[in-house]
Each structure stands twice: as C-alpha cells, then as structure tokens.
C-alpha cells in the first residue's frame, strides 16, 4: 500500500514543481486562441525551438528562468555578448500576428526583428530585418538620437517613431504586438496601435534610402515576403514571456 501511495504522489509533486517555475496564466494558450489557429513559440521551460542566427545552437548568452526567455547582459552593447548573439525561431513566417511581452532593465537597449534572412553575406540579423524597438527610454541614449523618436520603445527602429509613445518604464512588463500581411506592417503597443507602414511602395522605398541602413546592405529596403522573427542581444538584460504567433 505505501509503494503504491508513494507511486501516486511523486508524479503528482513533480506536476506542481513544474508548473511552479512560471507564473501560472504565462506562456499559456486558452482554448479560444487554439481554436483560433494560435501557436505558442515559447513554451516558458526550454529554449526548445531557438537557436543562435547563423548557427544551429542556443547560445550560452541566453537563459530560461522563471518563465522567461532573458539575454544575459554583457556590457558590451550592440556586439553581444562572446557567447550571446541574437537568436531566431527556427521557422519562417510571412503573414502573421506576433504577440509577446518584454521587459527591458534600466539603461537597457533590445529588438524584436520579423521577415530575417540567414545568408553568409550578413553577420547580423538587423542588417536584413525591420524591427521593432524595445528600450528603456528614459536612460538610453538611444531615446535621444534619432529623428523625432524613432529610436524609442515600439517604433520600426530609426525608421517610423511609435505614437503615442506609452511604453512602461525598465522594470516593467509591456505587451506587444507585430502584424504583417502582405506587405502591411501594424506595431501595437501596451493595446494601442502606435504605427502602421508598407513594404516595397516607393513611400517605403524613400524612407529607407534616407536612412542609415543602405550603408549597412544596399538592398536592405527589399525586405523578404517571408522571413525569420529574432530577438536581439544588444548586451543588456532584457526578458520576453507569452511569445505566441498566428498565421495569417
């Protein structure tokens, strides 16, 4: 009686001490969402899925804990950390709506790229992919350069400034959302729309020329119709949970 009581109750400990390495609700899907054709990128336990841009590991610079998916800051800004780097899901996406919630420390500095190319020609994910800032705009400096705020938290980075500007100061946790369809770009921020643009129109095609990034790659306004979604270690601690995607 008491092996088998003992057989009953283990498995039932080991259950609760799973569930209890992340805040219960997180890193979830609700029945709706399922039904809804939502898939969950992240499952709050394991890196299981990630990978290092331009490698097949995940790097030693990135950690799960406590129901997050956390850069390890460096101190060595936009180069990462030796063991770090940005890191992509392992699938392409086209059309889709993006929801994650990210949470940036003080002076810290991030991205969430959509539509990425791996290539041997391009050492960094950025120099192929729009993205979406993620930044504590009250400490980096970042929050300063740029023109009109198109470095601060939300905007298509040093591109198209996010308004109204409501992310929540470093510490905290702010919910975002990227919807991409057929060329159409919506940032979503702490539930309010803060920019919308389009790929490949001539407005696009101007915009960028005016900017930094065709010194990065020449093509660079030529986004891909499909492409990889990435995380950026920009050498500071920053924490993402809930990462869920649909496609469209």
């Given at each position: 009686?008491?092996?088998l009581?003992?057989?009953?109750?283990?498995?039932?400990f080991?259950?609760?001490?799973?569930?209890?390495?992340?805040?219960?609700?997180?890193?979830?899907?609700?029945?709706?969402?399922?039904s809804?054709?939502?898939q969950?990128?992240?499952?709050?336990?394991?890196?299981?899925?990630?990978?290092?841009?331009?490698?097949?590991?995940?790097?030693?610079?990135?950690?799960?804990?406590?129901?997050?998916?956390?850069?390890?800051?460096?101190?060595?800004?936009?180069?990462?950390?030796?063991?770090?780097?940005?890191?992509?899901?392992?699938?392409?996406?086209?059309?889709?709506?993006?929801?994650?919630?990210?949470?940036?420390?003080?002076?810290?500095?991030?991205?969430?790229?959509?539509?990425?190319?791996?290539?041997?020609?391009?050492?960094?994910?950025?120099?192929?992919?729009?993205?979406?800032?993620?930044?504590?705009?009250?400490?980096?400096?970042?929050?300063?350069?740029?023109?009109?705020?198109?470095r601060?938290?939300?905007?298509?980075?040093?591109?198209?400034?996010?308004?109204?500007?409501?992310?929540?100061?470093?510490?905290?946790?702010?919910?975002?959302?990227i919807?991409?369809?057929?060329?159409?770009?919506?940032?979503?921020?702490?539930?309010?729309?803060?920019?919308?643009?389009?790929?490949w129109?001539?407005?696009?095609?101007?915009?960028?020329?005016?900017?930094?990034?065709?010194t990065?790659?020449?093509?660079?306004?030529?986004?891909?119709?499909?492409?990889?979604?990435?995380?950026?270690?920009?050498?500071?601690?920053?924490?993402?949970?809930?990462?869920?995607?649909?496609?469209?």
């Amino acid at each position: 009686m008491k092996h088998l009581l003992f057989l009953t109750i283990v498995p039932a400990f080991l259950l609760v001490l799973s569930c209890a390495q992340q805040p219960t609700g997180f890193n979830q899907l609700t029945n709706k969402e399922k039904s809804d054709g939502w898939q969950l990128i992240f499952d709050g336990q394991t890196s299981n899925g990630w990978r290092s841009y331009g490698k097949e590991s995940f790097p030693t610079g990135w950690v799960v804990q406590d129901g997050t998916l956390s850069c390890m800051g460096s101190g060595r800004g936009e180069a990462g950390a030796t063991e770090g780097g940005d890191i992509i899901y392992k699938k392409p996406f086209s059309n889709f709506h993006l929801k994650l919630d990210w949470k940036i420390s003080e002076g810290g500095n991030s991205g969430i790229f959509y539509l990425g190319q791996e290539s041997p020609d391009f050492d960094f994910i950025w120099k192929t992919a729009p993205e979406m800032q993620v930044l504590d705009n009250k400490k980096h400096p970042d929050s300063f350069l740029g023109n009109e705020g198109n470095r601060k938290a939300g905007s298509l980075y040093d591109l198209i400034p996010a308004k109204p500007q409501n992310a929540k100061p470093a510490g905290e946790w702010n919910s975002v959302e990227i919807i991409c369809f057929k060329g159409t770009v919506v940032h979503i921020m702490n539930g309010e729309t803060v920019l919308e643009y389009h790929l490949w129109t001539p407005e696009w095609n101007e915009l960028v020329a005016g900017s930094k990034f065709p010194t990065l790659n020449e093509n660079w306004a030529s986004v891909a119709s499909e492409g990889y979604i990435g995380l950026q270690d920009h050498g500071d601690d920053v924490w993402f949970r809930n990462i869920k995607i649909k496609e469209l």
